[in-house]
């Protein structure tokens, strides 16, 4: 009841759950204001990390997606962001045709995706297909920024989170790491997933599945494509010293003939038409629960 007195009290209609987990539960509302959906992340404030806000809010970027308002309310953060339909792990699985053309842009886009993150210092620390969205227009942009932090490339992190099949070989081992180069390990693993659409250590029980992490033993036969089998490589270098950065990967020669320019937001006139909110101050309110 107070969930639906909160949504009324903010000209926010509900719609549908998106998903629910241990990071709280996302709805898909829509706003009489804007005219527009968004998506609702609920966050319990006893796991609401504020570094989450705090990325989102020192990043004006179109490859990140768009946080415009957050409240407390009973105990509870509410996150309202940009809406976007599917996520990556979802759009490439329903789509098993998917060109090499396309999933070439793909890549490109989710190395793009985390080179924003990392130019601005932040590592996000929790790279995986879920954490792209896919937006209306076919246009990727991270999220979930609840494990990520702002830091220096040399800083090392000795948390050890995340989804054990995207975990780098030093978060597997729990020593202490350089988030950065651990990022590249997950995109690594992210960029097989949108090759194969498989992930590349899967399907065996805890200890096998470190093992193979740790020694980096998969089947780098599953990529067809040489030059994409050769970048996976190159992310799932066990040495994370010698992984490259995203700056490194976005100048290999694959990449050479795709635009390494800000996305293309320009939109067509029945677009342009609809209501939409382009990056607005974002907005601190705090309902207090009664």
């Not at 090499?100 to 490109?108: A, K, M, V, Y």
């Not at 209306?136 to 830091?151: D, E, P, V």
């Not at 494509?225 to 970048?231: S, Y």
């Not at 490194?248 to 635009?259: A, E």
Request: with cysteine; glycine share 4%; hydrophobic share 35%.
């Amino acid at each position: 009841m107070r969930k639906l007195l909160f949504f009324h009290n903010h000209s926010l209609e509900y719609d549908s759950t998106i998903g629910h987990g241990g990071y709280g539960t996302i709805y898909k509302v829509y706003s009489s204001k804007y005219q527009t959906f968004f998506a609702l992340k609920q966050i319990p404030e006893e796991q609401f990390n504020e570094a989450e806000v705090e990325c989102l809010k020192s990043i004006d970027d179109p490859r990140i997606v768009n946080l415009y308002k957050y409240y407390s309310f009973n105990h509870s953060i509410y996150l309202l962001m940009e809406y976007c339909p599917s996520d990556l792990y979802h759009f490439i699985r329903d789509k098993p045709n998917l060109s090499q053309s396309e999933i070439i842009r793909l890549i490109h886009e989710a190395v793009l995706c985390v080179k924003s993150c990392h130019d601005r210092g932040i590592s996000h620390c929790d790279i995986k297909p879920s954490n792209f969205l896919v937006d209306k227009y076919g246009r990727i942009k991270i999220c979930a920024f609840g494990l990520s932090s702002i830091c220096s490339s040399t800083e090392l992190r000795h948390d050890f989170k995340g989804t054990k099949v995207f975990l780098s070989p030093e978060i597997v081992k729990r020593v202490d790491y350089n988030p950065f180069s651990s990022d590249i390990w997950s995109l690594g693993v992210t960029l097989f997933y949108i090759a194969t659409r498989s992930l590349p250590f899967a399907n065996y029980n805890s200890k096998i599945l470190s093992e193979r992490i740790c020694n980096g033993i998969y089947d780098a036969s599953r990529i067809t494509n040489p030059e994409i089998r050769d970048i996976v490589a190159k992310c799932l270098t066990i040495n994370p010293e010698m992984r490259p950065s995203c700056t490194d990967l976005v100048n290999f020669p694959f990449f050479s003939n795709l635009s390494n320019k800000r996305m293309d937001l320009r939109i067509s006139k029945s677009i342009r038409s609809n209501p939409v909110i382009i990056r607005p101050k974002i907005d601190v309110r705090k309902t207090i629960s009664t």
